[in-house]
């Protein structure tokens, strides 16, 4: 089947996430979508919450049961996916900072979070959720996020057709998987490197293992880490290793 040929639409949920690990366990095909309205406990990277208030947003996840064990890069892939998607229907390039983050003239407009399930090692499946602000104005979001959150209606045009967006992105998802899954990381890497809001060379202000340090941001690594130089020796960080603070 191919990515959203199959689509769940309901009008409120926990986790458009969660949704779809239910419906994996329950047999549901790889390339089936769950899409929302709004989420009630919307999920972010790194623990936090995903604000989803109803009708601003585009919630949905993706379920798929990829044949390669290693998933670093599924993250990157979908993120090239969203911006293909966005740059089609509305002409409007998005920059990705790394890991995650889809950003729109310096304002984050939307995230990925991806959550794979194991059993023992051995790959259940995967779920991609993609969060986009949509119609979002600025006194939409928590007082805390106003000056770093934006949504596509304040960056690039009105009246968007959501369903439309997402199914244009599913095709993109669809294009993106594939070169994942022929293990063509070279092209997701570099695709990624051409989007990112890093450059090589920038300096970057991090907590790394509990300190503040500065490290010189020397690209990304073929698993996805990222590669800085901090006192003349590169390190490599996962995302879960690192928390970016400037550039
Ligand atoms: C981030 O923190 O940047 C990632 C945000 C991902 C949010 C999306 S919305 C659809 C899916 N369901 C969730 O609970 N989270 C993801």
């Known amino acids: 089947m191919k990515i959203g040929e199959k689509i769940h639409r309901i009008p409120i949920c926990s986790s458009t996430n969660d949704l779809a690990k239910k419906l994996a366990e329950r047999g549901a095909e790889q390339g089936e979508v769950v899409v929302c309205d709004e989420q009630t406990k919307g999920k972010g990277t790194k623990g936090r919450t995903w604000y989803s208030i109803q009708g601003k947003g585009l919630y949905f996840s993706i379920l798929l049961f990829p044949s390669r064990p290693d998933l670093s890069l599924?993250?990157?892939a979908a993120s090239l996916a969203v911006r293909e998607g966005v740059f089609t229907e509305l002409n409007e390039l998005i920059s990705l900072k790394w890991p995650n983050d889809l950003i729109v003239w310096g304002l984050k407009?939307?995230?990925?979070?991806?959550?794979?399930s194991f059993s023992g090692r051995e790959l259940n499946y995967s779920i991609i959720g993609i969060g986009l602000n949509v119609r979002h104005k600025k006194d939409d979001f928590p007082a805390e996020l106003q000056y770093s959150a934006g949504s596509l209606e304040m960056t690039c045009r009105e009246k968007i057709d959501k369903e439309r967006l997402m199914f244009v992105i599913?095709?993109?998802m669809e294009k993106w998987y594939r070169t994942f899954l022929k293990n063509e990381d070279h092209k997701i890497m570099k695709a990624y490197q051409e989007a990112s809001c890093y450059h090589i060379?920038?300096?970057l202000k991090v907590v790394a293992k509990g300190n503040i340090v500065s490290g010189l941001f020397k690209g990304l690594?073929?698993?996805?880490?990222?590669i800085l130089e901090i006192n003349g020796r590169k390190e490599?960080?996962?995302s879960g290793e690192i928390r970016i603070l400037s550039s």
């Not at 690594?221 to 990222?226: A, E, I, K, T, Y």
Request: with cysteine; net charge neutral; hydrophobic share 35%.
């Open 74 to 76: 599924l993250p990157l």
């Open 109 to 116: 407009i939307g995230g990925i979070l991806c959550e794979s």
């Open 170 to 172: 599913c095709r993109y």
């Open 201 to 203: 060379g920038d300096k």
């Open 221 to 226: 690594d073929m698993q996805g880490r990222m």
């Open 236 to 238: 490599h960080f996962l």
